[in-house]
């Protein structure tokens, strides 16, 4: 199969797109570092936790299903899980307004807020299901 010449030119467009795209969603992403972890189960809130403490928690999802989450030096961690994927495990470490961690088996979502953030709650609307 060979390459004409235009698709050449479509294909360095996309190129130059999509790294266009990395730049403007980095420049709209908050470099505060955040106050609280907000954990959601099954869309509904499960906790706040203070960053400024070293913690590890679990979290029972059912009998057999859980997470385990570390917060340590104000990062937020996902140390283990037994869901199918284990992907939320292999995140790095969140601290920054508006950073997640998410366990997509256990409906599980980790997000980094400020102090303030009860008002800007009901403006995003998430669906879990």
Do not use: W
């Amino acid at each position: 199969m060979k390459f004409k010449k235009t698709d050449k030119l479509v294909v360095i467009l996309l190129l130059f797109l999509s790294i266009g795209m990395a730049f403007f969603v980095q420049k709209f992403k908050s470099n505060e570092n955040g106050n609280y972890l907000k954990v959601e189960l099954n869309g509904k809130e499960y906790g706040r936790y203070p960053l400024n403490k070293d913690k590890t928690f679990k979290i029972k999802i059912d009998k057999d299903e859980y997470n385990i989450v570390e917060i340590k030096n104000g990062k937020v961690k996902m140390r283990e899980a037994n869901c199918r994927d284990l992907i939320c495990t292999h995140m790095p470490s969140i601290e920054k307004v508006g950073e997640t961690i998410v366990c997509l088996p256990h409906r599980l979502i980790l997000e980094i807020i400020s102090k303030d953030d009860k008002k800007n709650d009901q403006e995003i609307d998430k669906v879990v299901g």
